[in-house]
């Protein structure tokens, strides 16, 4: 069995598409994603309604999922906030069947018996990832070098042997496989009888590499091989579609800071965010979600920190 594992996808339907392409040529047998379909680029109709679709699929929620769920039962007259903006117009784009599909999803699965889900790595083996070797730890690692695949990997073996967390974690886990998402950084290690995938984001990859990433899993009895494979799309084209959207118009700082990070495959929205709590609580702004002066006076004074 050939499974194409796929995360992250955030509205960008021609990385999906590039990607689904490129796993049925590979003879992928099943599709498993891992979450995330919407938000960052503005074609999450078209996202949903091909996974939906998909013949030989396992679908999973993610946090982005969750938020819209969130959003659900929350009042339309609230959303007047900064922050939350492209949040809003992705509920009001998603189709209510759409909505509705992406809430019947379940957080978790097993898959054959030997596969398991989740969208975050916390589900299996705790904060590690997100807390020593996310996509802006990386950045704060690496600052302004460029780092290859082996200096990535090398950090992720490193951050995981130090860690007592995931040690323990790692030894309450049955033998199998487990796949998740969320960070955006594709990678995978072996630990014995126990193998950990990240295919990475195939919407939206700030780990440094250009194409759409995901992964190819096959397993054939006890032999079990993976593969790491990165897609080339239009990726200028899916900027360019982004820009002329009515999604530019509705959420400007959130996509211009997410332009920053598609161009670049570098983490810039958490700094963001971090830049943005210090300086609200210099002012002496207590409201979260953040004002729309202060979000917009915020990424007026980051940007002149480059």
Not at 117 to 135: C, D, L, Q, W, Y
Not at 145 to 152: G, L, N, Q, R
Not at 247 to 269: D, G, M, P
Request: with cysteine.
């Amino acid at each position: 069995m050939k499974y194409a594992l796929i995360s992250d996808i955030h509205g960008n339907y021609p990385a999906l598409s590039a990607v689904l392409a490129d796993a049925e040529k590979a003879h992928a047998h099943r599709f498993v994603f891992l979450g995330d379909y919407y938000i960052c680029m503005p074609y999450p109709n078209q996202v949903i309604d091909t996974i939906k679709n998909h013949p030989d699929s396992i679908i999973i929620r993610g946090n982005n999922e969750e938020q819209l769920e969130k959003l659900s039962q929350s009042d339309q007259s609230s959303w007047i906030d900064g922050q939350f903006q492209a949040l809003y117009w992705c509920y009001n784009e998603i189709t209510p069947e759409n909505r509705d599909f992406l809430f019947r999803l379940p957080a978790r699965a097993v898959v054959d018996q030997q596969l398991h889900i989740a969208h975050r790595s916390s589900e299996f083996i705790g904060g590690v990832e997100m807390r020593e070797f996310a996509t802006h730890k990386l950045a704060e690692i690496f600052k302004d070098k460029t780092p290859d695949k082996a200096e990535i990997d090398s950090v992720i073996s490193n951050k995981l042997n130090q860690s007592t967390e995931f040690q323990q974690r790692l030894s309450e886990l049955p033998d199998g496989v487990y796949a998740f998402g969320h960070s955006h950084l594709q990678w995978h290690k072996r630990f014995g009888d126990k193998i950990l995938i990240n295919p990475g984001s195939c919407g939206f990859p700030i780990d440094y590499a250009p194409g759409a990433p995901y992964t190819l899993l096959e397993i054939n009895g006890q032999a079990i091989a993976v593969e790491e494979r990165r897609v080339a799309y239009d990726e200028e084209k899916c900027a360019y579609d982004l820009i002329h959207s009515p999604f530019q118009s509705r959420a400007k700082i959130y996509n211009e800071i997410v332009l920053r990070e598609f161009k670049t495959r570098r983490a810039h929205f958490v700094p963001f965010l971090v830049f943005t709590e210090a300086y609200a609580n210099r002012i002496n702004d207590p409201v979260r979600p953040y004002s729309k002066q202060t979000w917009e006076n915020a990424y007026i004074a980051w940007l002149k920190t480059f």
